[in-house]
């Protein structure tokens, strides 16, 4: 085994046409988007399949197999895990390098020059490489390794915006923002005088974008936009909003915390300027998670946290601080955890992001028609450019009543506002229950899934 905790090839290896090869560390600048187009359906059609993702050459089955959780039962039941959106279920390659991170590595990182410090280092920035290769990065260095979203919003939050921002200025986001994506903003609004500005939605959970673009007026100093919707599914169309924001001088922040465990990405292609990902939802640990941004605005940015492992001197006189990324890092980080997740990323990269794509749709279509079928059921979230979230309600039923009997069932889905208050506001509704699906779930699990709500529906009738 190589130092970082690399895992062998997948036992069940599709083929990799063309991935990652253009993902190199060159030091040149992003180009600016549009520069260098990316085929469409990548980035706002996920699964459909222009952009070469298959699903029937690979043995799914086998690949279910990786993950031991999906053995268990609950109340008697095999579990039907339908709750990826909210944290995925994690393969054995991934508990085993977290595991194998302890047993063999374990040091801090930056520290020690013995050799478990140099190897436990090696992981930790080789999970860095990793990371700028998902996400097509322009270099390692634009790669902040954080705990999750939550953490790179609120850097940005704090680093970024709360030096720019001044009376009258507006943070743009849309009407389906997580919490992570507009409390931190709101945060700095409160102590520079500036406000928040809603980008609308129509009742399918679509991105009217012409008033996305309409929003963008010059008081406009910011805006943050989530790719893919935690509580609808929607892909949102980024390339063409960056694209805007862009044209306006606007620095464009993409949550991609969901986008990241679903759809191939390719940060300069979008041509963002801050991208976030979290690892807990792509088959990573917890706690785990990166910041990327564009070079220059990392440069330009304080540090947010301040303590060991940022600074270059200290005197009681004043501090140095570390190039980008490490003066983001302050203190000893998750080392294990990204162990973990650089184990994730190669384990979603050897099936290919492409593959899982197109293996997601295929069950959402097989989803969907089935729980329209059903009377009463109303599903929130329905725009023909949509990731495997299905969020719901039954006529008459509470979602924690739902989710709940659904529990019983063996069939975990969540319950909830979601983290997506003003978008509970929007339709109207205290919370909805969320059948998020992954690669590894069957048919048969939607079936059973299916089955279930129907003898729910009967107990509540
Ligand atoms: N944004 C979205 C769209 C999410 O779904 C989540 C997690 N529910 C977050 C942000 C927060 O991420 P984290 O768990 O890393 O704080």
């Known amino acids: 085994m190589n130092a970082r905790g690399k895992i062998g090839p997948h036992p069940n290896p599709p083929p990799q046409a063309g991935e990652g090869e253009e993902r190199g560390t060159p030091l040149s600048l992003p180009p600016l988007a549009g520069e260098e187009p990316a085929p469409e359906a990548l980035l706002i059609g996920g699964a459909r399949r222009a952009d070469g993702g298959e699903s029937g050459h690979i043995d799914w089955i086998k690949i279910r197999a990786d993950f031991p959780i999906l053995t268990r039962k609950v109340h008697g039941k095999p579990l039907i895990y339908l709750d990826s959106a909210n944290t995925s279920q994690r393969p054995r390659q991934v508990i085993e390098a977290v595991d194998r991170f302890y ?104 991105l009217i974008v012409e008033k996305f673009i309409d929003a963008l007026t010059p008081e406009v100093k910011f ?112 080392a294990a955890g990204f162990a973990g997740l650089a184990a994730a990323v190669d384990y979603l990269q050897g099936i290919g992001m492409a593959n899982i794509a197109a293996r997601e749709h295929e069950l959402l279509d097989y989803a969907m028609p089935r729980l329209e079928a059903i009377p009463g059921l109303r599903i929130f979230g329905t725009a023909p450019h949509k990731a495997a979230v299905i969020s719901f309600l039954i006529d008459g039923v509470h979602a924690h009543d739902l989710a709940t009997l659904l529990d019983q069932e063996g069939v975990a889905v969540r319950s909830g506002h979601h983290c997506a208050h003003p978008l509970m506001q929007f339709y109207g509704v205290p919370a909805t229950c969320r059948a998020s699906l992954a690669f590894w779930n069957t048919e048969a699990e939607i079936d059973a899934f299916v089955d279930a709500i129907g003898r729910v529906r009967k107990l509540l009738a």
């Open 103 to 206: 047993r063999e590595h374990n040091a801090n990182v930056s520290r020690a020059v013995h050799q478990l410090g140099e190897e436990a280092t090696a992981i930790y920035e080789g999970a860095r490489d990793q990371l700028a290769a998902f996400l097509g990065a322009n270099h390692r260095d634009e790669i902040v390794m954080t705990s999750g979203t939550t953490m790179a919003t609120n850097l940005v939050a704090y680093s970024y915006l709360l030096p720019r921002l001044k009376p009258g200025d507006a943070v743009l986001v849309t009407r389906m923002e997580h919490h992570a994506d507009i409390v931190p903003w709101q945060l700095i609004c409160k102590l520079t005088g500036a406000h928040i500005k809603v980008a609308p939605i129509n009742e399918s959970g679509e």
């Open 223 to 334: 805006a943050g936009v989530v790719h893919v919707s935690n509580v609808l599914g929607t892909i949102n169309p980024v390339k063409e909003l960056a694209r805007e924001c862009r044209k306006r001088g606007i620095p464009l922040l993409v949550d991609g915390s969901q986008a990241a465990p679903h759809l191939p990405l390719d940060v300069k292609a979008i041509g963002c300027d801050f991208y976030c990902v979290t690892g807990h939802k792509m088959c990573g640990p917890t706690g785990t998670g990166a910041l990327w941004a564009r070079r220059e605005l990392l440069d330009a940015m304080p540090p947010f946290f301040g303590g060991g492992e940022m600074i270059r001197t200290v005197s009681f006189d004043g501090t140095t601080f570390a190039d980008v990324p490490h003066k983001f890092e302050a203190g000893t980080p998750n």
